[in-house]
């Protein structure tokens, strides 16, 4: 009992580091100049859903309805819920609402009003991720799959921990936002390298790290079945860095660490729908085949014309649409490979990634018209090209100038709310009142 | 010989690198600068205390080329950097008098 | 049982994070002169607590004794102390022990000596911190709240995880040891803006990471309080940084990296004593009310003229203080907005906060002076000037200069302990002796 | 029962952390031009050894069998493992697999062919380190200790997280790598300073963080066992601190933050085998001895003239063999300094030592050599010169040029893979298509 | 035209930039750079091992002047950076052919 | 007086100083600088993407002398410099009108 209580909220701590992870893995790799607004992004995320959570969208994802499409107006302010089990379940939830719309943000780098992406983050949090998160998470009354648990999961798909709720959802938005909001200025012609590799591993390292709680914490128990999950998440992420390496070696002659956080990161989304469902070996498997798949993928983009600048796509909707469409052969409880095979599976496996991601396009698509013709969601050039993070947030990231040495790197005047600028001006008089 | 310097907006140093390429200019050395001018620098805001910074980024250029060419390579840098718009940028023409190729020790023209 | 130790030493580990969490926060937020040693001082209150609590620190602090004020000599060397229950605990503890002083070292960044933050490290924590923990900590034998039980405590002060013992606590001393070191060289005039904001995005994210160890953690078992107290601090944090960006947007035009990390550290300050105790609406509200209170409030040390460097008042006094008296309108139990009200907890919830701050801000004053006035507390001015980390630790911070470079960024001579010399000093000769 | 499954599950996830903490503590250290290359040596760990262990590995270390030297091929592909705890066990173990591999890592900085690397990781693991971690960590039957546990456990030696199994086998490899592979091309002449220490710092935390998981975790439940060994490993990981900077106080003048982050992993190696076997005073003891000895060892190399890059034997050889011996003296349970001594223990606690380093060396050195003289181990000298992340890796670590800047630090030419060049290549016309 | 080139100590440019101004210059192209000199370096120590860093950090100022100017931008560069510590840098006067202004085109004087 | 600006390999810029020191020089400026030139730059590759880097990293020299210095400095630089393989880099000389010491005030040859 507190075994699984702790396990569950350890989870869920874990799940929330994953999208500070994901602020460092994806600020990382833009320019420099815009590593803050990017790390913005996944913050403002967690700000928002948070707030948003409390207030209606737990209730309206998991509250008590005869509807197979979302939930009730139960549980405003998360009224009249009690007891551990429920209560950690509101918090585990909660964390894969922030992560879900914060990993869109990597298709619009550098370029998306700060203020446009917020409301974004409220308008498709609350249209597209509640209800689709009702249709794969809500098992119903006592967890009986019965009439009121969402469709998705009440039709038997396999998804474990959200490989369609979750990047599905958030790929195909993906795709559409960076329709919406267009190209990079100097996109294909500018190199936009990252900025920081160390920070991206270690973005990466904390994305795995809380993954587990993501996989094995859908257990919702500290039970066997989350060691399987745990071990098959392990496994999926490291084959993945394998296969992603090796396209790399045999593609470009060169093994790369963002390839190697990439890798890890392909196989983790492409484990998520599966771990509990698939053998140690088939998680291996899965993941070899999710990170050469991926390392190509994030080619598309460059053929196709459109700037999902840091490859949510190639990463998020394929490898997640790959691990939950590959269940439909890899499942111990259905799969083509398998005795017990069942061929329904992998239609339905099908079927829902598609509505998933279908739904989630369209839905995104206009949402990012919409904030588009309003109150605009593209930044102007100028700005663009001085830099985001001096335009949206008069920041910038870093000021290493002085790093071995004893002055200020850019000179500037006094800050403004200083109300008696100090008299005296020359180094020689001005010690500051020690002991004022 | 002259050595012309120029100090360029930082994205128009590769306009300005193709323009001398085509030129048949071979060799640039390049510093990061920056500028203070008429241009503006920009403000940044840390918990409500803003902080003006004077200083606008540069690419500063430095080509070191025979006497007759000193103008046309002026010329090709100024057209390449120009934007039109304040901070543009200066070029200027000093006199050089030897110049060493330090792989071979060749010397002048030769040298560059 | 297992379920609640696990929980509790999940949640120490947790808590212990957090202190590096804070020496990044604070780290990124100095100048990149100085990363180091603000990182040394919380490594520094991480060193020398730790080894003080197994000596002396727990017994006086938790050890029976009918004193209202302190503990007892009884468990020395953490002698006579059995089973998992007591053990996670005295760990637990520990780290609420440690990283209270390392909140304090934010008001003093680039100008203490190394060796005066060290030694008022020891007698802080040992005159100030353990007697406070013991107040606010000390639930007395049996957690009976008896005349053994800490003063504040037993006097129905409401204070989950520590608004006072920790935040108040620490902000009243980073107070005083402000005024006792002066302000640094330059204040007002240069500026002094964060090196590495990405450094600060990810403390931020550890410290709230670490957090959920640290009020979650404080219901001592895996169970509904605990999961209450999860949700009720992902709310503030996030509503704290709604509160802060809005006041940025409205007062600055931008709302920045920096006052998002901030609000959310707002906000788990101002939530730290209120977890248990509110509902989640009143987490939103409370954390948004202290993410503008905490953005206004980081502006007085312009008006008053004292050097807070990274806003330890603004944010932990403040926010501390606020977070313990609004309980009085915000607590379920006796809150002046609830059916059940009781003005009396208004006034213990002030009291507590007076009386914490006020001890606090004497004895940091007076340990700070007797430090300055006996081995020397402040830097001497070319080291400032130069740097703290060249001249406290023969260090600095960067190196980038080879960044995308195949050579040395600065030259130096060979270093001193290499008996025999290289004998070939010149490139072609020198390939080391490979296969030695 | 679902709190130990809990606890070792997290457990696991800790320690798989601490790889890439180890990454980052590494990579902060190396000059920035071989940064990525010292990071993907871990992150090649990570992804290999957690392959190999799901196919093979954890089979040939635990797989049932009468011998005591290794386990058997009962368990290829994890086959026929079910439940929590065993489940869980399987997860736990994997992580100590993959991070003593990746501990060698830290002596062959810059300079070691990454292909070659990854052999490497294969062989070493699967021929040393699966053996020596059955000879310590396989209890047999039961947990019975009988015929079929590990020789060195089943001989009463005591090492509860690993001193021999994991430190001093990892730096005795360390020491026949660094001799394999000869010294850097001007070591002992170039400065080879840390380019980034905010990032060791990063990485000791993490690593600290995550050795709770180690040490603690090894109890294998959430008992007061578990706590024990938490509280000591925290103990000595601070003492540890004292002990080297008081060591640099006195050699050097200044203590560093170098030695800092040395210090608390020094006294966490040294406390791994001793963690529930002294009692918290013992562990301040152990750690403040072993961060002074550490502080005086990292020296060795200079004398011997061996490139140990980031002092792998100094820390992980000389600090596990310090703490496995000294349980002979500080052991609660035999050591000379308490009743009940025994001077056996020391004894086979000293032969362990010996066994585990000279099997790792012996095996390190040939299979080094074997991968030297066949596909080559050491980069060649250009690439050296100009940096391994540029030749091995086809990245850069840093691109931060840009910071407060709009523009690109670095030209270059448009991406390979983009089909129809950008017709528009002056900025006036580039927009590129937004709303495409 | 003159280029007045000037290396001086980084925490004294903002007082130099200040005076120059006060004097009447609208432009400076600033660069950071490393002195080798009579200032000695400082000192690291990483694990026991002393690194000597023989580098001092400085600020190089480059000012493009009318010819009559020159003198005085001299005088008042080095007035105000001057601390009579060593180190304090210095400060060199060299020919310049022409100066043009990108943005127009100018050259000369009614390039500066 | 004259000016010796010099651009060489990163790695032989140790060499450069000792020499410098050796022939008596007692004081250098050095920026980091990036050269274009026949030396080829790297290419990188990012998810697939390649990015060539024409830019080769540099040291930046300059060193007043004398005007009967001026040849065999820029000799011991070179000398010092060289590598024989593409991309040593290359020294040249112009002249100085004056120089000025600003913790003295001293000029000329004083002035070094
Ligand atoms: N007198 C000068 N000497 C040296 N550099 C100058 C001078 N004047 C301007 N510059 C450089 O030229 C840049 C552009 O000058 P600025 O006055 O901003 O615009 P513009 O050249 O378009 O009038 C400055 O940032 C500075 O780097
Ligand atoms: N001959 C020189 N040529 C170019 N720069 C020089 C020369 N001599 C000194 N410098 C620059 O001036 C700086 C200050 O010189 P230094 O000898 O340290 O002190 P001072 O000028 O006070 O005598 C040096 O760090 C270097 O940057
Ligand atoms: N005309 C020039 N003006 C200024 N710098 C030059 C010139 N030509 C070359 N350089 C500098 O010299 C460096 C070496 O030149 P490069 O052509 O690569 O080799 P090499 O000098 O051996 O022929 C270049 O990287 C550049 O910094």
Chains 1, 3, 4 share one sequence.
């Not at chain 1, 119903?140 to 798909?157: M, R």
């Not at chain 1, 998520?272 to 140690?280: E, G, R």
């Amino acid at each position: 009992m507190s075994g699984n209580t702790a396990w569950v909220l350890m989870s869920a701590a874990l799940v929330m580091l994953m999208t500070p992870g994901l602020a460092l893995f994806y600020g990382g790799m833009t320019r420099a100049k815009g590593v803050l607004n990017m790390m913005m992004m996944s913050f403002a995320a967690l700000a928002i859903v948070s707030v948003l959570w409390v207030i209606y969208g737990y209730s309206i994802t998991f509250g008590e309805s005869d509807s197979q499409l979302f939930g009730s107006f139960d549980h405003i302010g998360l009224h009249g819920l009690n007891g551990a089990a429920v209560l950690s379940f509101v918090a585990f939830q909660l964390m894969f609402a922030i992560i879900t719309p914060a990993l869109i943000s990597g298709a619009v780098a550098d370029r998306a009003k700060f203020i446009g992406w917020c409301v974004f983050v409220v308008l498709w949090v609350s249209l597209i991720y509640f209800p689709v998160a009702n249709w794969v998470f809500d098992f119903g009354a006592d967890g009986a799959l019965g009439d009121d648990a969402g469709w998705i999961v009440a039709w038997g798909v396999q998804d474990f921990a959200g490989g369609t709720a979750v990047h599905v959802n958030a790929g195909a938005a993906a795709l559409a936002l960076a329709l919406v909001l267009g190209k990079r200025l100097g996109w294909k012609r500018d190199p936009m390298r990252p900025h920081n590799l160390p920070l991206v591993l270690l973005g990466a390292a904390l994305l795995w790290f809380g993954w587990f709680g993501f996989n094995a914490g859908s257990a919702l128990a500290a039970n066997g079945l989350a060691a399987t999950a745990f071990i098959n998440t392990q496994a999926a992420a490291s084959a993945a860095i394998i296969g992603w390496l090796v396209v790399e070696q045999v593609r470009d002659g060169r093994p790369t660490s963002l390839g190697a956080a990439s890798g890890a990161v392909a196989g983790l989304v492409a484990i998520t729908p599966a771990c509990a469902f698939v053998s140690p070996l088939g998680a291996v498997l899965l993941g070899v085949l999710a990170g050469a798949l991926c390392a190509l993928a994030v080619g598309l983009k460059w053929r196709f014309g459109f700037d999902d600048s840091l490859d949510v796509v190639g990463v998020h909707l394929v490898g997640g649409a790959f691990g939950s469409i590959a269940l439909g052969f890899l499942s111990l409880e259905g799969g083509l490979l398998y005795e017990g095979r069942d061929i329904a599976l992998l239609g339905k496996q099908t079927v829902a990634v598609l509505a998933v991601g279908t739904f989630s396009f369209v839905g995104a698509f206009i949402i990012g018209k919409a904030i588009d013709m309003t109150i605009g969601f593209r930044l102007d050039e100028d700005s663009e090209v001085e830099g985001i993070d001096l335009n949206e947030h008069a920041e910038s990231g870093y000021d290493l100038t002085a790093a071995t040495r004893g002055h200020r790197g850019l000179p500037g005047t006094p800050p403004v709310g200083a109300p008696e600028p100090q008299d005296a001006r020359h180094d020689a008089g001005d010690k500051g009142s020690v002991n004022a | 010989m002259k050595l012309v310097t120029a100090v360029v907006k930082p994205h128009k140093w590769e306009d300005v690198r193709e323009a001398l390429e085509t030129f048949g200019i071979t060799g640039i050395t390049v510093t990061e600068a920056s500028g203070f001018g008429r241009q503006k620098g920009h403000t940044e805001v840390y918990r409500g205390a803003e902080y003006d910074v004077a200083l606008v980024p540069k690419m500063r250029l430095e080509v070191v080329v025979d006497d007759e060419d000193a103008g046309d390579v002026v010329g090709v840098i100024a057209k390449a950097a120009q934007t039109g718009k304040i901070g543009d940028g200066k070029v200027w023409v000093s006199p050089v008098d030897t110049v060493v190729r330090v792989r071979t020790g060749e010397e002048g023209t030769a040298a560059l």
